[in-house]
């Protein structure tokens, strides 16, 4: 494919640096449809992407498109804060019934506004209230938003560097083979635990990802998930999940934890719960944890009436026969057998691969191998992003309605790009 750089002068003058994703990806998007997005120019680009884990039944899908549209032309309410409406009811009906009730959860539901860090947000100081205690443990490598309270829980020190103020009452522990299994589990965290000397305040709850999407596509295993869940229970501290990435079926079951069997407290997600890209966030928490006072948390826009109606329309069409949990592990499957060849075909090159579902990562001995394949795989119209605490990881993301063939065309280009920066 041969692309022509677009006139970008009004990005490069008016918009900030601190774009990001444009600076890999320099052309001009303007429509996209399933798998695959098209610049102004015509070209054709296969989304491995999936709009960083918030397109996960594909762009403009036409099912959630014509129940947005729908609800639109009829005048449905857009904007309505917290205030009761026909399409939030439908929502929570449908939620409840289809995703909560089957999986056997009671949890309430919470709007804490539109993004996944307002979800985190929420849920670091409903465990703070409920517990009456500051301090949160997170995870090396930990990813959980760009608000100050959700980057004191992160890992990655240029995120946090950011926040240009002291990020407090957050301790990081080693996550899953961190130590390379050299050390048992949680040996170092229940040991502070239990020693008054150590300097460890109480914690009141910890935060985890069952997979590290932004921290490099690290896979916790459930046995490690059960035993962290078994450490929470001992000390009296909450055990909060963020799904914002890994959620919404993106490992194949709905939510990314069942596999380990375990049931947190609290539950963070957003990205794909709106369906169609549009901003939707949840923070859901066992009952008797619903202690806040009436608006003691808010936020103009935590209640997005459009996402509630595509959200809905995902929920009834993907995921109330357990099709699309099997065809994501199928696709998955898919996945893992091609990086399997890459890394095979690379080997003098230190390659490896690690995922679940449909996530997964390509790494490198060489620390900036990825981004040389990402860069190749846009030339040759493929999108895929780096992930990691250097960018080490290829990370692929592609839509859990992609097809075999398109998800078979995507991974042939990834081995060629891979390949060709060889």
């Not at 949890?107 to 205690?133: I, Q, S």
Request: hydrophobic letters at 40%.
């Amino acid at each position: 494919m041969t692309i022509t750089q677009p006139d970008l002068s009004v990005f490069e003058t008016l918009e900030s640096e601190v774009r990001s994703y444009c600076r890999g990806w320099p052309t001009v998007f303007d429509r996209a449809s399933g798998s695959h997005l098209y610049d102004e120019d015509g070209h054709a680009y296969l989304d491995f992407f999936s709009g960083a884990g918030a397109l996960n039944y594909g762009h403009n899908n036409p099912v959630l498109k014509r129940a947005l549209l729908d609800y639109l032309e009829r005048d449905g309410i857009a904007h309505g804060l917290d205030m009761s409406t026909t399409a939030k009811r439908a929502f929570l009906e449908t939620f409840r019934d289809v995703v909560l009730r089957p999986r056997g959860l009671d949890h309430k539901v919470m709007f804490p506004g539109p993004t996944g860090t307002n979800a985190v947000e929420a849920a670091l100081k409903l465990a703070r209230k409920v517990k009456g205690r500051e301090s949160i443990i997170s995870f090396t490598n930990a990813f959980h938003g760009m608000s100050l309270g959700a980057l004191a829980v992160t890992g990655n020190a240029f995120k946090r560097a950011g926040a240009g103020i002291p990020l407090v009452h957050g301790t990081p522990m080693p996550f899953d083979d961190y130590l390379d299994g050299q050390i048992p589990d949680f040996i170092w965290f229940e040991r502070l635990l239990d020693d008054a000397g150590s300097g460890l305040n109480t914690p009141a709850a910890v935060i985890v990802e069952t997979v590290q999407g932004e921290g490099g596509v690290n896979v916790a295993r459930p046995e490690w998930l059960r035993g962290l869940a078994d450490l929470c229970r001992r000390h009296d501290m909450l055990l909060i999940v963020d799904d914002i990435q890994m959620g919404c079926g993106r490992t194949g079951p709905f939510f990314s934890f069942e596999e380990a069997g375990i049931v947190p407290d609290i539950v963070t997600l957003s990205k794909s719960i709106g369906g169609y890209g549009l901003p939707l966030a949840l923070t859901l928490f066992r009952p008797e944890l619903d202690i806040w006072e009436p608006g003691e948390h808010n936020g103009t826009f935590r209640g997005n009436n459009p996402a509630f109606v595509t959200a809905s329309a995902a929920l009834d069409t993907y995921w109330t026969d357990g099709q699309m949990e099997k065809q994501t592990l199928s696709r998955g499957e898919q996945t893992e057998a091609a990086l399997r060849s890459i890394a095979a075909e690379h080997a003098h090159a230190g390659a490896g691969f690690r995922g679940r579902g449909l996530v997964w990562g390509l790494t490198f001995e060489d620390t900036e191998r990825a981004a040389a394949v990402c860069r190749r795989a846009f030339e040759l119209g493929l999108l895929v992003e780096t992930s990691g605490p250097e960018s080490e990881v290829v990370k692929l993301l592609p839509a859990l309605t992609v097809t075999p063939e398109e998800l078979d065309e995507g991974l042939r280009v990834l081995a060629r790009a891979v390949r060709e920066t060889d």
